[in-house]
Each structure stands twice: as C-alpha cells, then as structure tokens.
C-alpha cells in the first residue's frame, strides 16, 4: 500500500512538475505576433488592452495574459505608450505595463500657421488634448517666460521629429521644445545673425515667409537674399504669404487690390519693415538659408510661367513687370482667378 501511494506521489509531483515548466515555459514564451504599440490610459482596464489585443490578432495567446495579470494581482496599469517588438513574452508583457516602463513617442509636426492647428496636431500624438494645450499655448505668460510673446511664439517649436513620452503635460512639452529652440540656436548660428543685424526672432520671421513662398530647398537662400535686400534698402517687402495670413486665407491664387487694403501689421503692402511675428513655423532649413542667403542684387521675384515651383529673379521693377505679366497670362490660360 505504501509502494502504491509513493509511486502516486511521484507521478504527481512529476505532473505538477511539467504543469509548473509548462506555465513558465508559457508566460515566457513569444507572445506578440508583430510590433505593437499600445496607448494606455487614464481608465484603461486590463480588459481592454487584452481585448484591443485580441480583436487585432496581436497576440498567439486569448487567455494567458488575463490569467497571469491575475495572478499578479494587477487591477490597473500605468497611462502611456508602451512599445511592444514581436516576441515580448506575456511576462516582460504584464511586466513592463504594471511598471510602468513607458516607451516613447516619435512626436512630429511641421507645415503649421497658427497656434490653434498646432495644439490639434500635438494633441493626436501625446496625452493632453487640443483644448488643454491650446490654452496653454496662447498664454501670454507662458510664452513670455520663454522670452516670447503672443505674435512670435509659434516661432520656438522648430518643425523636426521629437522623442518624448505621452504623458507629457504641456509644460513639459514647451519646456522641451525651448530646450531644442536653445540648441538649435548655437554659437555660430547666433554669430551669422548678429552679423547680418537681426536678432533670432526676426530671423525667423524672415524664414516663415522664405518658407511660404517655395519648397524648393535650393531656392531659399536667393529668396531670402531678396528679402534681406529689400530691408536693408528700407522697400516694403510685399510678400504675398504675409498678405494671406493677414486676410486669413491662405488659398487664394491671385492677390488683388481689395487685399491690399487689409489693415493688418502683416500686410507688408501697407507697412514697411517685419510683421509682429512669423506666419507659420519656420523650418530648420528656411532659417539656416535667410541665416546663409545669398548675395546678389535682385529686388523682386515672380512665380515662372511654367509652374515649376520655381521663381524667375530681378532687379529692376519694369523687368519684373513683364514677368508678373508672363505669369498672369499663364493663370488666364488656365483659368485661374
């Protein structure tokens, strides 16, 4: 009888032994069939993830990870994004949630106006939503305690792609980016603008509408030489970009009179010198070309009659007049009113 009862034993314990190996060979084993990245919040329930999860065909394993979040007593996990490489096992999966080892996200924005569609763009992409950012963003004494104001403020966040986390607040995420602003202005950058006579702020207005008027990268620095021209020799720039941010209307194809007549410190038709502030987020390479412009005598520039993209230069304003005239007959041509 004592035989029969050992031998019991010890196939128990055998099978006890390979359920235990078995589980543990499980829960380390592979459990995400493909990158995955998971955005967990506030009133997320582990439910959920394994649901989302399991809709998607993300994981080898429906049950597992319920289990085993039970097991670890794990009623709630931290908010953020977490990145999860094929392969996780359900452990370093369940681990790395109740842990809160968030990954970080690859936060990009360029190509924005204003203040408002920038919040909308940044709220997609970390936590605090478009409301929440945007009445941070236009606070007069946040963008002062950088050393801004309300008109020129869009110009610190430098269009470019960002590591951050989700759960960044908005001061976080402004304090970042006057951290990349602050970078980005080096020493020898600082050195060009003190030698052509502008402070960092006017050079990036100068950038914002470089950027306006072309995405021809090897075009913006004889732009740009166009626009430093015409302050320096104190001729209102008429730059067609500022003009449609200041009627607010940035399709329009063809600039008349009644446009003209906008009373706005950005009509730059009406009023010499820089507008209050940029017109869009300049870009690293639009401020690097006003930065690097070229020097030449051209005092105005016009669209080609081709509409390459590119800009047909000169120096006399008669010349310029029969390339104006060369472009709206291409506009005619086309029916563009």
Not at 1 to 26: E, N, R, T, V
Not at 31 to 46: I, M, R, S
Not at 63 to 69: D, G, I, Q
Request: include cysteine; proline fraction near 4%.
């Amino acid at each position: 009888m004592m035989k029969k009862l050992l031998l019991f034993l010890a196939i128990l314990g055998f099978i006890l032994i390979g359920i235990i190996g078995f589980a543990y060979y499980k829960i380390n084993d592979s459990l995400f069939l493909q990158d995955y990245g998971l955005v967990v919040n506030k009133h997320t329930t582990p439910e959920d993830i394994f649901t989302e999860l399991k809709n998607k065909d993300i994981i080898n394993s429906k049950l597992l990870p319920t289990y085993l979040a039970r097991a670890k007593q794990v009623n709630q996990f931290k908010e953020g994004f977490y990145y999860f490489p094929k392969g996780t096992s359900t452990n370093a999966f369940i681990n790395t949630l109740r842990a809160g080892r968030q990954s970080p996200v690859k936060l990009t924005f360029n190509n924005t106006r204003t203040l408002f569609e920038f919040a909308g763009k940044i709220s997609r992409q970390i936590k605090p939503d478009s409301l929440e950012l945007l009445n941070h963003l236009t606070n007069d004494s946040v963008a002062n305690s950088y050393g801004f104001d309300k008109n020129n403020f869009i110009g610190m966040f430098l269009p470019n792609t960002y590591e951050m986390y989700y759960t960044a607040t908005p001061k976080e995420f402004t304090d970042r980016m006057n951290k990349e602003y602050l970078r980005f202005w080096n020493t020898q950058r600082k050195k060009k603008a003190e030698e052509l006579g502008y402070t960092q702020k006017q050079i990036s207005i100068v950038a914002s509408i470089v950027d306006e008027e072309t995405n021809k990268s090897d075009e913006k620095s004889r732009i740009a030489g166009v626009y430093l021209n015409r302050l320096e020799r104190n001729i209102p720039l008429q730059a067609d970009p500022t003009l449609k941010f200041a009627v607010g209307d940035f399709t329009i194809k063809r600039l008349l009179n009644k446009h003209m007549e906008v009373d706005s410190p950005y009509n730059t038709y009406k009023y010499s010198g820089l507008p209050p502030g940029p017109i869009r987020q300049p870009s690293i390479s639009a401020i690097d070309a006003v930065l690097n412009a070229e020097n030449h005598n051209y005092i105005y520039f016009c669209a080609k009659a081709d509409f390459s993209g590119y800009h047909v230069f000169s120096k006399t304003l008669s010349e310029h007049n029969r390339n104006a005239r060369a472009y709206h007959r291409a506009l005619n041509k086309r029916g563009i009113r």
